[in-house]
Each structure stands twice: as C-alpha cells, then as structure tokens.
C-alpha cells in the first residue's frame, strides 16, 4: 500500500515540477566556461592564453569587473549579437545586479567579432567606443589573419579602458542606478517551501492516523538529489547579465 | 474494505492540500509577474527613446554629405516624429489596438532608418566622417537593444498571461486581481514574415538551429 502511496506521490510531484518549471527558449548551446579564455576555435596559442588569464584575473582582483575571451567555433546560424548577449546571460558574466560583466566573443569561422558589455559596464564601455576598439585595434588584425595578435589587441584596449580610475565614479552611480531591487524568491525556492510543506502536512497525517509511513521522507529524498556535482572550476560568473549593449564587427 | 478505505484516506487529504497549499503559495505571483513584465516595457520604451534621441543628430551629419538623399533624411524625420507622437502609458500594454499602432510606427521607423543607414554605404566621405561613425554604432547598438528589450519583454509578458490562465493564478485573476489583464506582445517584424521563402524538395531532413 505504501509503495502505491509513493508511487502516488511521486506522480504528483512531478506534475507540480512540471507546471512550475518555464519552457525554455530556443537557444544556442554554449561552450564550457572553462576560465577566463575560453578558446573554443583553437586560435590562440596556449602561452598567449595563460598571459592574457593572468592579465584578466588582475583586472578582476584590482576592479570586479570581468571580464572574458572567448572563441567560438560555430555561431549555429545564430547572429553573434543574439548569441552574445544568451552566452553572457548562460555563464552569469560579471557581479550579480551591478551586471560588471564583458565578453570579448571571436567567432573565426564566421568572420564575426563583438564586444558584449554588461548592462553596468555601458556607461564605461559605450557602443561607441566599442564599435571604435573593434574598428581600429582588432579588426585591422583580423583582416590580416593575425587573429591571436588582433585578440590581444583588443584585450589591451579594453582592460585599459576597464581600468580607469576616473571612470570609477560614473560606473558606480550607474550601477547602482540598474541595480534592480531586492531579490524575489524565485521559483525553485517557492517549490523548496512548498515541499517542506507537504512534508509537514505528512507528519501531522502521521500523527493523527498513528501511521509511519515511508513517504514522510520522500520530500528529502527529492532536495538533495539537485546538489550534485559540485563544479570544481577555479573561475565562474557571478551572476551578472547583459542586454545587447556594445559593438560587432565582421571581416 | 473498512481498513483500505482508512489507508487511503491521508493520500485523499494530500490530494486535496497539495493544490491549497500550491494556490495559497502563489498568491503574490501574479503582480510580481505584472511589476516584471512592466519594467520589461519600461525598458524597451527607454530603448526607443534613445534611437529617437540619436536621429536628428544623425540627420544633420548626412545631410550635410547627402543633401540629394531628401526624400530618405525626409521619410526618417517624418517617422520619428510619428513615432514619438504616440502617446503609451500602461493601458496600452493590454489595448490590442493601441499596441499594434506603437509598434508598427516603431517598426517603420526601423525600417527607413536602416534604409538611410544603407544609403549612406554609398558616400564614402561620408562613412569616414568620425561623427557619423560614431552616431552609426550607436544607432546599431541601439537597435541591438531594442531587439534583445522586445524579447525580454516577450518572456515577461508570457509568463505573465500564462499566470494569468493556468492555475493556480487563474483562481486569483479571478478574484481578487481582476483588474490584471493579459499583456499584448510584439510580434516578428512583418519584414521578417515577407522575406521570400524558394523551397525545393528535398530528401535531407531539415537543419536544425540547435544541434
């Protein structure tokens, strides 16, 4: 009977996951986040990889601001503004609500390059200067099939740029200007509080009925089995999120 | 029969209390979902008030390089100015009719922007003029925003309406939020829809964006 019961339960609890859980957009898959240059396309060779990581952990360690390099070996017919602004939204780029977040995207095979600026960073980091680091440091390389010395170009101009102290000011009135409120329980945590609830309602059937019944445990059971794999990766987004602020460029 | 009876009577009462205490749980979802979905309109009427705050400066660059591309520099003030007369406050987002006469007034502002944009390709002074480059990147990075704003709003007003038509959130819309109406939505730009489709018949399945 119990097993029944579970069986019962069960159902019904996927139901209520179901119709809490959002269908999700069509969106492009995107690689790994597996450091600060990700180099997905293999264009950058490994030591101007590990110096631009370190030169991008300074600039992380000295002004929050993160920012990252990445290639892409196929846009999936995507345009690189629409994949650009879902991969930084995906890898959570920059400090969750002041959104302090760049990412330098190199598509090779498509011919596309864009700068993707965190909604924070806008003020900084404007689509115009973007479009002008792309137009005189990056693209000028590219055509020339320099495309690891075009990269670092950019990186230069952009940490440059990020580094500023004088902007500093202007940033952080902006942040906090876009800095969106106070957190609302979302919808993982409505389902968390809706399951502990059950689970007392349970407890109290139990008790009235004089029953034990192995379904009282079953609620655990389903909370623990989302904290698996923990992600050993020495970087990570923090949470921050784009809106199609920036400049692309083509070659 | 007595004791089965007896044995199912707490699953009778979890099958009862689950959507209770799911309803009860989800009393304050619609208007957070409201208050959402509005700041995502919020933004995309900041974002086309800045295209419109970028146009007259990037009419007085052109024209001074393209003085016989009247008609273009003409059409484009003229949009703008059609465009920002539209009044829009917040019962537009669920006026069908309201909605549709902003967006299309928007999306013919886009369409003869880019049409100027494209015509400028064939003054070269003009394309290495430092002010018009800079107003150009501006223009495309807002157009870029606009896009990703509308599509943002999208979602929000999705979620929004399905608050609004599933339940729980339909027994509130019901109640005591029956003053919250579904939201309209901004649709493919109707440029999109016309492109013209050649399709021949094929044995290879069709591609897929995601692979």
């Known amino acids: 009977m119990s097993m029944l019961a579970a069986r019962w339960f069960g159902s019904l609890a996927f139901g209520f996951a179901l119709a809490i859980s959002l269908p999700a957009e069509a969106a492009p898959t995107f690689p790994a986040l597996t450091g600060r240059v990700v180099d997905q396309a293999d264009v950058i060779p ?45 890898w959570g780029i920059g400090e969750a609500r002041k959104d302090t977040g760049i990412l330098f995207i190199v598509a090779p095979n498509e011919r596309r390059v864009r700068i993707e600026v965190g909604y924070g960073l806008q003020p900084v980091l404007t689509d115009a200067l973007s479009n002008a680091i792309l137009r005189e440091e990056v693209l000028p390389s590219l055509r020339d099939g320099e495309t690891a010395a075009g990269i670092v170009a950019g990186a230069d101009a952009l940490i440059e740029q990020l ?14 200007e876009t800095a969106s409120g106070e957190a609302k329980p979302d919808s993982l945590s409505l389902f968390i509080i809706g399951l502990v609830a059950v689970w007392i309602v349970l407890g109290l059937i139990g008790a009235i009925t004089g029953r034990r019944t192995d379904i009282w445990f079953w609620p655990l059971f389903f909370l623990m089995r989302g904290r698996r794999g923990g992600e050993k990766d020495p970087f990570r987004g923090r949470g921050g999120s784009f809106g199609g602020g920036g400049a692309s460029g083509r070659w | 029969m007595n004791k089965l009876l007896k044995q199912l009577l707490p699953i009778i009462g979890i099958l009862v209390l689950i959507p209770v205490v799911m309803a009860i749980f989800s009393v304050n979802t619609i208007p957070a ?14 974002q086309y008030q800045r295209r419109a705050d970028l146009i007259p400066n990037l009419v007085a660059t052109v024209s001074g390089y393209a003085q016989q591309e009247k008609d273009v520099l003409v059409a484009v003030t003229q949009a703008r100015a059609s465009a920002t ?23 013919q502002l886009s369409g003869v922007l ?84 050649v399709e021949f018949p094929s044995t290879a399945p069709p591609s897929d964006k995601t692979p």
């Open chain 1, 46 to 90: 490994a030591q101007v990889e590990n110096e631009l990581s370190a030169r991008l952990e300074g600039l992380e360690a000295s002004t929050s601001r993160q920012l990252v390099i990445v290639t892409i070996a196929s846009l999936q017919g995507y345009e690189i503004e629409d994949y650009g602004y879902q991969l930084g939204r995906a």
């Open chain 1, 163 to 176: 580094s500023l102290p004088a902007d500093e000011a202007l940033a952080r009135a902006r942040a906090v």
């Open chain 2, 33 to 46: 979902k409201e208050e959402r979905a509005k700041a995502a309109w919020a933004d995309v009427q900041s």
């Open chain 2, 85 to 107: 007369q539209i009044k829009v406050d917040l019962s537009t987002l669920t006026d069908p009719a309201a909605f549709e006469k902003y967006r299309a007034a928007q999306d």
């Open chain 2, 114 to 197: 880019g049409r100027l944009l494209a015509i400028s390709e064939n003054y070269p002074d003009l394309k290495s003029n430092q002010n018009f480059l800079t107003l150009q990147s501006q223009l495309e990075g807002t157009e870029n925003r606009i896009g990703v704003a509308r599509r943002d709003f999208n979602e929000a007003v999705r979620v929004y309406n399905t608050e609004l038509r599933t339940f729980p959130g339909v027994i509130w819309a019901a109640t005591i939020y029956g003053s919250s109406k579904p939201m309209q939505l901004f649709e493919a730009a109707t440029t999109a829809q016309e492109a013209p489709k």
